[in-house]
């Protein structure tokens, strides 16, 4: 079983955005959440809600097990 880190998440997260080429203003609005819980999740600061996970798998197309760590594919 592999570990959780809030690292891997945050960089998971940010490399989906960028990858796509949005800023977080836009994915804030497109999940409908504010610019700062995009900020603090980028930066590792604050973990991101059951619902947040589960709207970025949506808006990305990803399962949530990627967001979390769990699945490298």
Do not use: C, H
Request: proline residues 1%.
């Amino acid at each position: 079983m592999k570990e959780f880190s809030m690292r891997t998440v945050a960089e998971r997260i940010k490399t989906l955005r960028t990858e796509r080429n949005i800023g977080q203003n836009l994915l804030a609005k497109e999940i409908d959440v504010s610019n700062a819980s995009i900020s603090y999740w980028e930066n590792a600061k604050q973990e991101p809600s059951a619902q947040a996970i589960y709207k970025l798998a949506q808006y990305f197309g990803v399962s949530a097990d990627y967001i979390l760590g769990i699945e490298d594919d």
